[in-house]
């Protein structure tokens, strides 16, 4: 499950590293205070509390293990309170460690995590913590520099698609090589987003497509881009406009999405070398105003223009 990783070696295909590390720790006992960083759906959580199933029994596990997430309160008083109180109680079971899990923990307050390093400090003899984020930096580097950092990276499609078979085959799930491709791609590398869409695609549409994926998702179809492309190319301003804003609504579809493939495509039609780079950079700078909030119908217009720029100058250049 876990993959990762380390803060020196930066392979991609790194399963069982993680794992294979805090095993180690485990079963010599020397478990150090751990630091999980990286992006979402990418097992963070999972391996902690799959290292503490195997810690801990289950009659022990509730006195043993603290877990704190997003849910609870992230200020001072919490790092004062609850975490304090487990932390410095004498453990019932046996002599070995407690664990306190904070998940997300770069949701923490400066103050909380100034106290949080003076009680992992006090309480090392008894007590491990896992700290968990999605932003390293958002960690103080006094509490960092305490711990044992592992990276998990965003999964390769090699990982993902494993488990996803699994999950089809337990589940029954209908599913064409395109769609697992379309799955796959528009997660990018976030195995809970991956199982996110097979499930509301499964249980939307039956079978699981490509078509499917990217209609449950919001996601624009080849030929949906395909025909915005044509129209803007192809059709005056007004009508390629209407057109397009049609389809989005219709589709749900977001520029943003449209965007990106628009771009992609781009890549793939036979502009001359000087025109495909004004028009590359024009739509880098609507990606850009749109990523600040601006208003979605007129950086559309903005590119059905500079689609239509476009065509206009190659007009003329041949004439
Ligand atoms: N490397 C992985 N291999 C298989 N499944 C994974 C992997 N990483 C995450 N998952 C699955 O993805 C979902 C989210 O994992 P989670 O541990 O909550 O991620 P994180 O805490 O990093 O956001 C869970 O269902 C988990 O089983
Ligand atoms: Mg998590």
Request: glycine share 4%; with cysteine.
């Given at each position: ?5 380390s803060k020196t070696s930066q392979q ?8 294979n590390t805090i095993q180690k720790f ?153 769609g697992m491709k379309a799955i796959v ?135």
């Amino acid at each position: 499950m876990a993959s990762t990783s380390s803060k020196t070696s930066q392979q991609p295909r790194n399963l069982p590293w993680v794992e294979n590390t805090i095993q180690k720790f485990i079963s010599e006992d020397r478990l150090p205070h751990l630091l999980f960083y990286g992006p979402p759906g990418t097992g963070k959580t999972s391996t902690i509390l799959a290292c503490a199933k195997q810690l801990y029994k289950d009659k022990e596990f509730n006195s043993m293990v603290l877990e704190l997430n997003a849910s609870d309160d992230r200020g001072i008083d919490v790092v004062r309170g609850p975490i304090l109180s487990f932390a410095s109680t004498r453990t019932i079971f046996k002599k070995g460690f407690k664990l306190v899990i904070l998940d997300e923990a770069d949701a923490m307050t400066q103050d909380a995590q100034n106290a949080l390093r003076r009680v992992i400090e006090k309480f090392t003899e008894n007590t491990r913590f896992c700290l968990i984020c999605n932003y390293l930096s958002k960690i103080i580097p006094a509490l960092q520099s305490r711990c044992t950092r592992f990276r998990f990276g965003p999964l390769v499609p090699e990982q993902m698609i494993p488990r996803l078979e699994h999950v089809i085959q337990q589940e029954n799930i209908d599913i064409t090589p395109d769609g697992m491709k379309a799955i796959v791609t528009l997660s990018s590398g976030d195995m809970r987003r991956s199982l996110n869409i097979l499930q509301s695609t499964s249980m939307a549409y039956g079978k699981v497509t490509e078509d499917s994926v990217y209609t449950c998702t919001g996601h624009p179809l080849r030929s949906d881009i395909a025909n915005i492309l044509d129209w803007s190319l192809n059709q005056n301003f007004t009508s390629a406009y209407n057109q397009i804003l049609q389809l989005k609504t219709l589709k749900g579809l977001a520029l943003h999405d449209i965007l990106t493939e628009v771009h992609m495509l781009i890549h793939r039609v036979d502009f001359p070398p000087s025109i495909r780079m004004g028009l590359l950079i024009k739509l880098a700078d609507i990606e850009h105003r749109l990523a600040s909030g601006t208003n979605e119908k007129i950086q559309l217009s903005s590119m059905v223009a500079a689609f239509q720029a476009v065509r206009d100058l190659v007009t003329s250049e041949a004439a």
